[in-house]
């Protein structure tokens, strides 16, 4: 079975500073990775994900097979960027489709 | 369109009784999926619906959980019996399809469920 972790509950940088948000999978087949944020009172939103090696809002991620792991990562934290995030796998298993979240990251960017 | 909604925003139940917590995908969405969100537990898996497949249940933690999808659009999430450890934020997803669409889903803004 896949699984998804993120080491750390909370987190928290001074704005500019550099930020990473680590996550590790474990999946014996080839995983498609995202990252999910949760604004304050707003809905669970996608924020990029693996396939598009996009950058968003500053953010990339960069999918490492060997190391199974899918760390996100700005060079300059802002404050608009406290939020929950969460590091998910989609595998295809069977009927087993859905999206597998880790238990997610707060962080904290403060002034 | 409007995104995903859910109803009630919130629910307040005494142990024992039953409750059902609606959800109303995005139109044309036809993946649908149930996850519950407790405090430091991250977001649990529950069951999923695409087309007119049997949906996957594996993710219920017992039998009082059920869900149904009429018509394939609106979703009821049924808890029967409910326990203090229900208590959660239930959270409903859609995705045009479970296999295309980039995987991503869309979310509602979630029931949060007390049980007393």
């Known amino acids: 079975a896949q699984r998804v972790t993120q080491p750390e509950k909370l987190l928290s940088v001074f704005k500019g500073a550099p930020v990473e948000l680590k996550c590790n999978y474990s999946?014996?087949?080839?995983?498609?990775l995202f990252w999910y944020v949760q604004y304050s009172r707003q809905r669970l939103q996608l924020l990029l994900r693996?396939?598009s090696r996009e950058s968003i809002k500053g953010f990339t991620a960069d999918l490492n097979k060997g190391e199974t792991s899918f760390h996100l990562k700005k060079p300059f934290a802002q404050e608009e960027d406290s939020a929950m995030y969460y590091c998910a796998l989609r595998a295809f298993t069977g009927s087993a489709r859905q999206l597998t979240f880790g238990s997610g990251t707060q962080l904290t960017v403060l002034p | 369109g409007a995104g995903v909604s859910q109803s009630p925003s919130n629910k307040v139940t005494e142990k024992g009784k039953d409750v059902e917590l609606r959800c109303d995908p995005i139109s044309g969405h036809t993946a649908l999926y149930w996850y519950r969100q407790s405090l430091g537990q991250g977001l649990e898996f529950l069951i999923y619906?695409?087309?007119?497949?049997?949906?996957?249940k594996s993710g219920l933690p017992s039998d009082r959980f059920s869900a149904e999808r009429t018509g394939g659009s609106v979703s009821t999430l049924t808890i029967q019996r409910t326990q203090q450890e229900d208590s959660a934020v239930y959270l409903c997803?859609?995705?045009?399809?479970?296999?295309?669409?980039?995987?991503?889903?869309?979310f509602g803004p979630g029931t949060r469920l007390t049980v007393l």
């Open positions: 999946y014996s087949g080839s995983p498609e």
């Open positions: 693996h396939i």
């Open positions: 997803a859609s995705s045009l399809d479970s296999l295309q669409g980039g995987g991503e889903q869309f």
């Open positions: 619906f695409q087309g007119n497949s049997a949906p996957d």
